[in-house]
């Protein structure tokens, strides 16, 4: 199975660039890509469900309250401000 992903408004697009760089293979989508400027954390979120993608942010934990119901115990990553669910 190949992963996919959606890189939220907050996630410098270098980061998108350089994974492309390392791995061409990636399929990497950016926010501007998806048109995500200004939409709700909510839309976002399901955005990236509905087109089968990880979506990967730099959002803060205190941010992601807004999002609607979340597994009970997400997988810390070694970044205090970064959360894999």
């Known amino acids: 199975m190949k ?6 408004v907050n996630l410098d697009e270098r980061i998108v660039s350089g994974v492309l760089r390392a791995e061409p293979s990636v399929d990497f ?5 998806a048109e ?4 709700p954390d909510p839309e976002v979120l399901e955005i990236a469900a509905d087109e089968g993608r990880l979506l ?9 309250a807004t ?9 810390k ?9």
């Open 3 to 8: 992963v996919s992903f959606l890189g939220d």
């Open 77 to 85: 990553s070694a970044a205090s401000s970064t959360s894999v669910y």
């Open 29 to 33: 989508r950016t926010a501007a890509e």
């Open 36 to 39: 995500l400027h200004g939409l």
């Open 67 to 75: 999002l609607p119901k979340l597994p009970k115990s997400p997988a």
């Open 56 to 64: 990967v942010t730099l959002t803060g934990h205190r941010s992601l």
